[in-house]
């Protein structure tokens, strides 16, 4: 079993930055993938941006490319979601997400097993 904390969402303005953190506990031994996807009120949850903390090879939505940096501290099993120049169509609840071995789809929910409680983002 993993457990995921998100921290670090809030309220910015548009063009703002934020960085959100999901520290990983449990049984974290091992090669897996790590995910953010968000919800908005009414929508799907969608894949943001992921991780292969093997190799750190890295997959983005194509709306956030360019503006957000997913990355992950190995020995702090800790990942985080940098977002700048953020938008207010970028307000949602972030989910850290987690899962064992590779993944095809890399921004898939249905992908990933693991799941944190979520952080508010709401940009104005």
């Known amino acids: 079993q993993v457990q995921l904390v998100e921290s670090g969402g809030g309220s910015v303005q548009a063009g703002g930055s934020l960085r959100l953190s999901c520290a990983a506990s449990?049984?974290?031994?091992?090669?897996?993938?790590m995910a953010w996807f968000r919800q908005a009120p009414g929508q799907e949850r969608e894949g943001v941006a992921a991780i292969d903390t093997g190799d750190g090879s890295t997959y983005y939505l194509n709306s956030v490319e360019g503006r957000f940096t997913i990355s992950h501290d190995n020995a702090k099993n800790t990942l985080y979601l940098q977002m700048n120049d953020l938008k207010p169509g970028d307000t949602a609840i972030y989910y850290c997400a987690a899962v064992y071995g590779r993944v095809l789809y890399t921004l898939a929910r249905a992908s990933y097993n693991y799941w944190g409680q979520g952080t508010q983002v709401t940009v104005s």
């Open positions: 449990g049984d974290t031994v091992g090669r897996y993938f």
